[in-house]
């Protein structure tokens, strides 16, 4: 690991946090972790880092922060370039296509995964499923045309839609445990199985993702807060 100029303003549970020590580790850059203490409270570094949506993750290369976890994945790419593989594909439309589905992931999917744990109603939950169960087989799709016949998105090795859907698994495994339903399965998805199973072992994932069943006290703790809230309003 090299390095030493390098934090990340994070917490545990975040899956967009998550993305950004994967690229990382990747890169095998050594970074300074700092845990924000959310949902409770955020920190003056946090505030003054990023002003604009006071959210993780930041990183902070230097003194400049860098917001966003996709964009801070791509100026992870750009920046260390001397050690592993990219994690941007050379070629234009092979990079124009990882982020279109790294887009998806972020746009539409993660929503829908985050309306299925904390959606203000059951109807509000049930159709984020339906979503959810759609964008998986999409995704199967999507994996079969961008890995090549190969163990990730990215080809050989994880690649920039592999970070940025790989970094959900955990939070889908929080669903299936909630839900009694399997997600990916080999029925439906046996790409998306033996995938998951290769980037969970990878050298630089697996020492960074958190604990599932911690995730699914985290998960009933945070909707509970919710339906606190909601009945409030209501």
Known sequence: ????NVMVLGTWAS??????????????VNYEN???????????????????YKKVPVLIHGHNPICESLIIVEYIDEV???????????????????RFWAA???????????????????EDKRAAMAEVSEGIVLLEEAFVKLSKGKAFFGGEDIGFVDIVFGSLLEWIEV????????????????????????????????DVSPDV?????????IGARVLKATAATN
């Open 1 to 4: 690991m090299a390095e030493s």
């Open 15 to 28: 899956p967009f946090v998550l993305r950004v020590k994967i690229a990382l580790h990747l890169k095998s």
């Open 34 to 52: 700092h845990e924000e203490n959310l949902p409770e409270s955020k920190s003056d570094l946090l505030l003054k880092s990023n002003p604009v």
């Open 80 to 98: 260390w370039t001397t050690s592993a593989s990219s994690i941007l594909p050379s070629d234009a439309y092979e990079r124009a296509q990882s």
């Open 104 to 122: 998806y992931v972020e746009d539409k999917f993660s929503t829908a995964l985050r309306r299925v744990l904390f959606g203000a109603t059951e």
């Open 175 to 206: 669903i299936e445990k909630l839900s009694e339903m399997k997600l990916i399965s080999e029925a439906k998805t046996p790409g998306l199985v033996q995938w998951a199973d290769c980037f969970s072992a990878h050298e630089a994932v697996k």
């Open 213 to 221: 069943d911690k995730l699914v006290e985290y998960a009933l703790k």
